[in-house]
């Protein structure tokens, strides 16, 4: 995934960053996410970085494992169709 984040472009990150955290924030499966990766994904927040390459690579993994449906139909409503399908294929493997 971390090759397809570098195509996102920079003016659509901060509301793709922010589209991810709702899914993030708001789901019912919130078990499923590793600590490691939440207390990554804390510290780029802290550091106001969760709109760059690494931030958004992380917000889509969390997104793909507590919320996949909602990750890749956020994704296909802004225009990300190549990052979405790569997510339904490695959601049906």
Known sequence: MENITTKIP???RQAISEKLT???LNTQNIEKMPATLAKTIL??????????EAG???LIQAAAVVDPEKTITSLEEVGLTELAQQLKTKEGA
């Open 10 to 12: 920079e003016n659509m």
């Open 56 to 58: 958004l690579q992380n």
């Open 22 to 24: 709702d899914i993030i």
């Open 43 to 52: 510290r780029q927040w802290q550091n106001n970085q969760l709109n760059t």
